[in-house]
C-alpha cells in the first residue's frame, strides 16, 4: 500500500505517527484538481544561434555575413525551398516529419536587451524590457492555480526566477532520492515531527516552518511517486539526458506537477562556435528525441506539451574570433502530438532589414506564445497570470 | 543594557554577538555600548585585493589597448573573473572579522540600494570601497560619489549619455532606486535630469572625466525649477524633496528595524534625516530609541544568505580552499555577493525562501561544520563555456572547509547549553521544537552548536 493511500486509510495515522494534521490536510487535497495536461520548457541558455540551428540555406546574406561560420548547402537538412535543419539535427527533423514540431521564427520582444541575465529575467517573468518583476510566469501559474511546491518542477538544484511566485514557489529537483533524504535527516524529522500547525503564525516563523512542511511534503509526495517508474529508454548519457529521463520518470508516474523547466547550458558561442554548436545540437535532439519516445511509450505524449526557447538568438554578422556576438529575435519549438499547426508556423527571418545593431526584428512577441499556451494548452486564464492581455495564436 | 537588547542590536548593526563579547558588555548603558560600536566604525579601511597586475596596464597608451588581440583580452577578462571571486571573499572575510561592524553592515546595505555591477574587478573593488567610505557619512555627498564612478557610468550607460542623444538610464535609476522611488517624480523630470548628466564619463584609470564637449549646457527644467544644471545640481534638488528622506528611511527602517514599518517612527527619523541628511546621526537616533529595542522589532527579519553565512562565520569560522565554493553556496542561497540580480536589488525578506533554498540554509551548518555532503552540480551556468559546463559537473562531494573549532571551544568554554541556545537563538521559539530541544541528547556543545544552527529559528535575526 502505497504511503498516501495508508494515511489516508487509518484511523490511527496522525497518532501513530505524529504526522501534524497540517501535513496530513495537505496529503488529502483532491487530486486531479488541474486536468491532465502537462507544460515543458526548455531553455537553450546562453543564447543559441538559430541561424545556424534552422538555416536559410538559399539567403545571399546568410553567406555573405558568415564566410566563415555558415553551413554549407549541403550540409543541410532541408525541408522547405529556404530553410532546413543544421545536419546534427536528425533526430529533431524526425519530430518534424512526424508532425511533432512546430518552429516559430522570429520570436522577440521590443527594445530586447542583450544581457543573458537580463534577458533570461524577461523571458522569464514575462515583463517588458523596461521593467522588473520578482515573479516569474510558471511561479504565477503556481502561485495561481497550484496548491502545492511540487506543481511546478524544476529538475535542477536550485529555483530560477521563472518559478518563483509571490505566495508560493515551484520545487526544485533532479534526484528525488536527494531531495527526499534531504527533507528527512532524522534531525529534520525530529523538527517536522513535533510540529503542531495551531503553533504556525502568519509571521516570518510561521512562514518558515509553513514551507519547510510543504518541502518535506512535496519531496515526499515526488520520491514516493517516482519510484515507482524507472525509464526503459536509454538516453545520451549527458547532464541533458538525464534531465529529461527524470522529467519523463517524474510525468510518467504520475507525479502531480503540471509545470516543468529544463535548462541546457552552453550556448554562449562568442568564439570557435562551429564544434561546440555541433555537439550541443546534437545533445540536445538526441535527447528530446529519447524524451519523446518515452511519453509515447506511456501514452503521456499526448498530454505533454514541449517549449524550447533561448534568451536570445545572435547577431546574423559572424564576429573576429568564428563565434558570433548575442542577437535579438530567434526561433522557438514547440513539440507536441495533437498541434494545429505543424512544420513552420511562420514566415523565416528576414536578414535584410535589421536593426541598428545588425540583429534581426522581433515578429511574435514570446508573451503570445505563453498566453497562447495558458489558455489553450492549461486551460487558464491567461490574463491573471500574465498581468495583461496578449494577442493569441493558433498552433495549439 | 540588557542581554537580548545587545543581542538586537549587534545583530541588526552587523552580524551577531559571541557569547565572551556579550558578558564583557552586558552591563554597561546603552549608551557606553552605542558610543563603542560607532567609535569602531570611525574610520573606513579599504578592500584591498591585489590587482597590480592590471592595474600595469592602466597606463597603456591608446594605441597599445586598441591594439590587443583577441587573447589578450579574452585572458584579461579571465585574469579579472578570477579576481572577481577573489573580492568576494575577502568582502565576506571583512565582514566576519572587521573590527567596524557597523560599517560594514552599511556596507552591505549600500550595496543593495546604490547597486551596480561590474566585470571589471578592479573598478568594482573602487566602487565597493566608495561605498564604505561613505557608508555612515552624508547621503547627498555620497549619491554625487557613486555618480561619479566608473563602475555605475558604465551600469547605468551613462556613458552613452550625450548631448543631444541622452541616454535616460542612469536619471531614471537615479530618481527610481536611489532616491525617490517610482512615482514621485515625472517623465519630464527624467529627460531634463538626463541632459544634466550628458558629459558625465570616466578615464580608462576610473578618473571621472566631465566632457565639455559632450554635456548640455542648455536650460533645464526640474521639479519647477530652471537653469543651465549639471548633474551635482539635480542631486541637490532631489534631496530638497522630502520624498527623498522618506524614500531612504523607509528602506532603512524596513533593513535595520523591522520589515513592517511604523509609520509613527518613519516619521520621527525622516523628520530628522531631512534636516542634514547625515546617515551617522540617522543611525544612531534608531539605535538610541526605545522604540528599536521593542519586542515586535527583535528576532521578526529573514537573514540574507550573506548574513547568514556571515552570522555562522563569527560563531565558528572557516575558510574555503576553493574560494568558487563559497560562492557556489551564495549561488545555491540566492545571492552572490558583487552579482546583483538586477539593478533594483535583491528584494529580500520572505523571497529569500523558498522550499530549496531554505533546506540548504537549514543543512548549510552542517555542510560548513560537520563535513556534511552536498550535490555539487552547478546549473547551466550561462556565461560559462560548453567546456566548463559539460566536464567540471561533479556529482555529490563536500566543501573544502578548513573549521575553525577552537575560537569556538575559547569563547564558549564557560558557557552551558541554555548560553549556547540564548546566544545563537534571538527569535522566539517554536513550543514545539522548543520542546523538542529541551529533550536532546547532548553530548558535544559543538554539535549542539549544528543543530541549533539547523532549525528554522536560526534563520532569524
Known amino acids: 500500500m502505497e504511503r498516501r493511500e495508508f494515511l489516508k486509510n487509518s484511523a490511527l495515522a496522525s497518532s501513530a505517527f505524529m504526522v501534524p494534521s497540517f501535513v496530513k490536510a495537505f496529503e488529502n487535497v483532491a487530486k486531479k484538481s488541474l486536468g491532465f495536461k502537462k507544460l515543458v520548457i526548455v531553455q537553450l541558455a546562453g543564447g543559441n544561434d538559430g541561424l545556424n540551428t534552422i538555416i536559410p540555406y538559399r539567403n545571399d546574406i546568410y553567406y555573405k555575413e558568415r564566410p566563415r561560420l555558415a553551413i554549407k548547402k549541403e550540409d543541410v537538412l532541408k525541408i522547405s525551398d529556404d530553410l532546413g535543419f543544421h545536419k546534427n539535427l536528425g533526430p529533431l527533423k524526425n519530430l518534424y516529419d512526424q508532425g511533432y514540431l512546430s518552429i516559430i521564427n522570429n520570436v522577440g520582444y521590443p527594445n530586447p536587451n542583450r544581457s543573458h541575465f537580463r534577458s533570461t529575467d524577461i523571458w522569464h517573468t514575462a515583463s517588458n524590457a523596461d521593467e522588473y518583476l520578482s515573479t516569474g510566469w510558471l511561479g504565477r501559474y503556481i502561485d495561481t492555480y497550484g496548491k502545492f511546491p511540487y506543481t511546478g518542477i524544476e529538475v535542477d538544484d536550485s529555483l530560477s526566477l521563472i518559478m518563483k511566485g509571490e505566495k508560493m514557489n515551484g520545487i526544485a529537483t533532479q534526484n528525488a532520492k536527494t531531495l527526499f533524504y534531504t527533507t528527512n535527516t532524522p534531525f529534520f524529522k525530529k523538527v517536522l515531527k513535533t510540529q503542531e500547525d495551531e503553533h504556525l503564525s502568519e509571521h516570518n516563523l510561521g512562514y518558515l516552518y509553513k514551507t519547510m512542511i510543504e518541502a518535506n511534503s512535496s519531496a515526499t509526495h515526488i520520491y514516493n511517486k517516482s519510484k515507482t517508474f524507472k525509464s526503459s529508454i536509454s538516453y545520451p548519457s549527458n547532464a541533458f539526458g538525464k534531465q529529461l529521463k527524470t522529467t519523463a520518470e517524474f510525468i510518467n508516474s504520475n507525479v502531480e506537477s503540471k509545470v516543468y523547466y529544463v535548462t541546457m547550458g552552453g550556448f554562449d558561442t562568442h568564439y570557435a562556435q562551429e564544434g561546440r554548436q555541433d555537439k550541443l545540437l546534437d545533445i540536445y535532439s538526441k535527447s528530446m528525441e529519447m524524451f519523446v519516445k518515452d511519453l509515447e511509450q506511456n501514452d503521456t505524449f499526448k498530454d505533454t506539451l514541449i517549449v524550447t526557447f533561448s534568451e536570445f538568438g545572435r547577431r546574423v554578422k559572424q564576429n573576429g574570433s568564428q563565434g558570433t556576438d548575442h542577437g535579438t529575435a530567434n526561433n522557438l519549438f514547440i513539440i507536441g502530438k495533437n498541434l494545429k499547426k505543424q512544420g513552420f508556423y511562420n514566415e523565416q527571418p528576414n536578414l535584410a532589414d535589421l536593426d541598428k545593431n545588425g540583429d534581426l526584428k522581433y515578429k511574435v512577441d514570446f508573451r503570445d506564445i505563453y498566453a497562447t499556451v495558458l489558455e489553450n494548452w492549461m486551460e487558464v486564464d491567461d490574463e491573471k497570470i500574465l498581468n495583461k492581455s496578449f494577442g493569441k495564436m493558433d498552433f495549439i | ?461
Open chain 2, 1 to 461: 543594557m540588557d542581554k537580548k537588547e545587545i543581542q538586537h542590536l549587534y545583530w541588526r548593526a552587523g552580524f551577531g554577538i559571541g557569547f565572551e563579547d556579550l558578558n564583557k558588555i552586558k552591563k554597561k548603558s546603552r549608551k557606553t555600548i552605542l558610543k563603542k560600536l560607532f567609535s569602531a566604525s570611525e574610520k573606513s579601511k579599504d578592500l584591498a585585493v591585489d590587482l597590480s597586475e592590471y592595474e600595469k596596464s592602466l597606463t597603456d597608451s591608446f594605441k597599445k589597448v586598441k591594439n590587443k588581440t583577441t587573447d589578450q583580452r579574452r585572458k584579461e577578462q579571465k585574469y579579472l573573473r578570477e579576481k572577481g571571486i577573489e573580492l568576494n571573499q575577502a568582502w565576506i572575510q571583512k565582514m566576519a572579522t572587521s573590527e567596524a561592524l557597523l560599517r560594514e553592515k552599511m556596507t552591505l546595505f549600500w550595496a543593495n540600494v546604490f547597486v551596480c555591477a561590474d566585470n571589471n574587478t578592479w573598478s568594482i573593488q573602487n566602487y565597493n570601497n566608495t561605498l564604505r567610505k561613505h557608508a555612515l557619512g552624508n547621503f547627498g555627498q555620497f549619491v554625487k560619489a557613486i555618480s561619479h564612478e566608473a563602475s555605475m557610468i558604465r551600469y547605468l550607460n551613462n556613458k552613452q549619455n550625450k548631448k543631444g542623444k541622452p541616454n535616460e538610464n542612469f536619471a531614471r535609476e537615479l530618481m527610481e532606486l536611489f532616491t525617490l522611488g517610482a512615482g514621485n517624480y515625472t517623465e519630464n523630470d527624467i529627460k531634463e535630469s538626463a541632459r544634466a548628466f550628458t558629459g558625465w564619463n570616466s578615464k580608462r584609470n576610473g578618473e571621472f572625466i566631465f566632457s565639455r564637449k559632450q554635456h548640455d549646457f542648455g536650460n533645464k527644467t526640474f521639479f519647477g525649477k530652471t537653469g543651465k544644471f549639471d548633474g551635482n545640481d539635480i542631486i541637490d534638488i532631489i534631496l530638497e524633496q522630502k520624498q527623498c528622506a522618506k524614500f531612504i528611511c523607509t528602506k532603512v527602517y524596513k533593513y535595520f528595524v523591522n520589515p513592517v514599518i511604523d509609520e509613527e517612527n518613519l516619521a520621527e527619523i525622516t523628520d530628522l534625516f531631512y534636516k542634514d541628511y547625515d546617515i551617522k546621526k540617522l543611525m544612531f537616533h534608531i539605535f538610541n530609541s526605545d522604540w528599536f529595542y521593542d519586542e515586535n522589532n527583535i528576532g521578526v527579519k529573514i537573514k540574507s544568505p550573506i548574513e547568514l553565512l556571515v552570522g555562522i562565520h563569527k560563531v565558528v569560522p572557516f575558510k574555503f580552499k576553493n574560494y568558487k565554493q563559497q560562492v557556489y553556496l551564495q549561488k545555491m542561497m540566492g545571492q552572490i555577493l558583487l552579482k546583483p540580480v538586477n539593478v533594483a536589488g535583491w528584494k529580500g525578506g520572505k523571497s529569500w525562501i523558498d522550499s530549496n533554498t531554505l533546506m540548504f540554509r537549514l543543512k548549510l551548518p552542517s555542510m560548513l561544520l560537520n563535513n556534511a555532503q552536498i550535490s555539487l552540480i552547478e546549473k547551466g551556468d550561462i556565461e560559462g563555456t560548453f567546456e566548463e559546463f559539460y566536464q567540471k559537473r561533479k556529482g555529490k562531494g563536500y566543501l573544502k572547509v578548513t573549521v575553525d573549532w577552537d575560537h569556538f571551544e575559547k569563547n564558549y568554554s564557560k558557557s552551558e547549553e541554555k548560553d549556547l541556545k540564548s546566544t545563537l537563538l534571538i527569535s522566539k521559539i517554536d513550543v514545539d521544537t522548543d520542546a523538542m530541544l529541551a529533550n536532546l541528547q547532548i553530548d558535544k556543545l559543538k554539535d549542539y552548536c549544528i543543530q541549533l544552527m539547523s532549525i528554522p529559528e536560526y534563520q532569524l535575526c
